[in-house]
């Protein structure tokens, strides 16, 4: 398998490469919405934006990205094994009603409080969070059916669709063609219902490949060792069931949750603390902090939607070399960039703050590099993450999620600081420090140096008999 491993990074680099060129572009898309926000709204409008983005987008990631995760790993393990047949996207599908209904439900229930505590009243805020969270489950499903595909290109599409079309309605309000506070809001809502215009072209590439996946006699003989070595039923790939499926989502929607609280907790919380309209004002002004965090994000969203599913396959294969070559590689490109971006935040990072956002609140030079530096400790850690879910360790790394999301909340909420941004600042990166330390004490005791990667029989098969 040796052999094969430059093909395979080659192979993942490539799909991060074109992946990274969408989402990149997607990244500054979204920052021009919010800029665009920004300057044509008051600030407690611009507020009130900020905290429904938070809304949706903490509800989003946290009910609907563990499916995601779950058609990624799934559908790039079943491919390394030659498994066929529709039935892990029936429970994955299963799965993600369920928690929009759960949602639906919970949104319906709680109105008057979603309404008048965090949107101070406005309709129109509230529906759109409703529309935008049900539509993202299945822009969601969508987008794990792609990863796990490799229809990269598709994936970056969908998400690039999705940025355009919601800053177009913030231009238009900047342009003078609608005017509002609810018109900027309703770019969320509709964005994720355009960009499924490419799911027609993914169902397509799914029956092409379908059609086309009949093995020959040899290689269905050898799925069939592979898949008795690895305890499958004979036949088949080992069975994936609704239990199966459910705990993996389960430990992810943990990890999701975790997730975002390091990336919303901070406004929610400063709003929720403050008094009046001073809470939305200070809230927006610390979520456009927190965007030197949240920006880079959507670029390594190209990186953690392609190292998943090649992760996964070199788990199911056995490659323990490729496996270790691709996740330092990463590391060592965000410690990069994570340099160069603090670089900038220690020279510029005032100045251009207020040039991108305007506002009369001043920006800390060494809070926005505290931010900084604690965006790379956080991908490093989202990068050991994807790996330890590549060798089926989610509830253990679950758990390492938990205990640094609650130490930032416990800063957050008894850190004793009069300014509460650089608060949110320190205890970011406090806390994305010690999600690395745990994550990679975890990563490191599962897969020593030196150990071959293999998480199965079927893989530890194929290494012997290269």
Do not use: K
């Amino acid at each position: 398998m040796a052999a094969d491993a430059p093909p395979e990074d080659r192979g993942y680099g490539r799909g991060a490469a074109v992946l990274s060129i969408g989402i990149g572009v997607t990244g500054l898309v979204t920052y021009a919405y919010f800029a665009l926000a920004s300057h044509s709204l008051t600030e407690e409008e611009y507020g009130r934006i900020t905290l429904l983005w938070s809304a949706v987008f903490v509800t989003v990631c946290i009910l609907y990205r563990p499916v995601e995760q779950l058609l990624s790993r799934t559908i790039a393990d079943r491919a390394a094994r030659g498994g066929r047949g529709d039935r892990h996207l029936r429970i994955a599908a299963t799965i993600q009603l369920a928690l929009g209904a759960l949602f639906l439900a919970g949104a319906l229930a709680f109105r008057g409080r979603i309404e008048n505590d965090l949107f101070g009243g406005s309709a129109e805020l509230y529906w759109t969070l409703v529309v935008a969270v049900l539509a993202y489950a299945v822009s969601y499903f969508a987008r794990g059916f792609l990863a796990g595909s490799h229809c990269f290109g598709l994936y970056g599409g969908l998400v690039f669709m999705e940025a355009v079309s919601r800053a177009l309605f913030a231009l238009a309000v900047a342009l003078g063609i609608a005017s509002g506070q609810s018109v900027v809001a309703l770019g969320i809502a509709a964005a994720p219902i355009v960009s499924l215009a490419v799911v027609p072209w993914a169902l397509g590439r799914h029956v092409a490949r379908g059609e086309a996946a009949d093995l020959t006699a040899a290689e269905a003989a050898e799925a069939r060792l592979l898949d008795e070595a690895a305890g499958a039923e004979p036949g088949g790939e080992p069975e994936f069931t609704l239990a199966h499926g459910g705990g993996f989502a389960v430990a992810v929607l943990a990890i999701m949750a975790a997730e975002q609280t390091f990336l919303n907790a901070g406004p929610l919380i400063v709003n929720a603390t403050t008094d009046g309209a001073e809470g939305a004002v200070l809230a927006g002004f610390t979520f456009n902090v927190l965007l030197i965090a949240r920006a880079p994000l959507q670029l390594f969203q190209a990186i953690q939607t392609t190292i998943l599913p090649h992760l996964t396959r070199l788990t199911a294969l056995g490659a323990g070399d490729p496996f270790r070559r691709s996740v330092n590689a990463t590391l060592v490109a965000i410690a990069g960039f994570a340099g160069c971006v603090a670089l900038a935040m220690l020279v510029l990072g005032p100045w251009l703050m207020d040039t991108v956002f305007g506002g009369e609140l001043a920006y800390h030079r060494l809070g926005l590099v505290a931010i900084s530096l604690g965006m790379g400790l956080y991908l490093a850690a989202a990068t050991l993450n994807q790996a330890l879910l590549a060798r089926g360790l989610a509830a253990a790394a679950a758990l390492c999620w938990a205990v640094s999301a609650l130490a930032f909340v416990g800063f957050l909420l008894f850190g004793g600081f009069d300014d509460r941004v650089l608060q949110v600042e320190i205890g970011y990166a406090g806390a994305a420090l010690l999600l690395c330390a745990l994550l990679g004490t975890l990563y490191r005791r599962s897969h020593p140096p030196g150990a071959p990667t293999g998480g199965t029989v079927a893989g530890q098969a194929t290494r012997e008999t290269s």
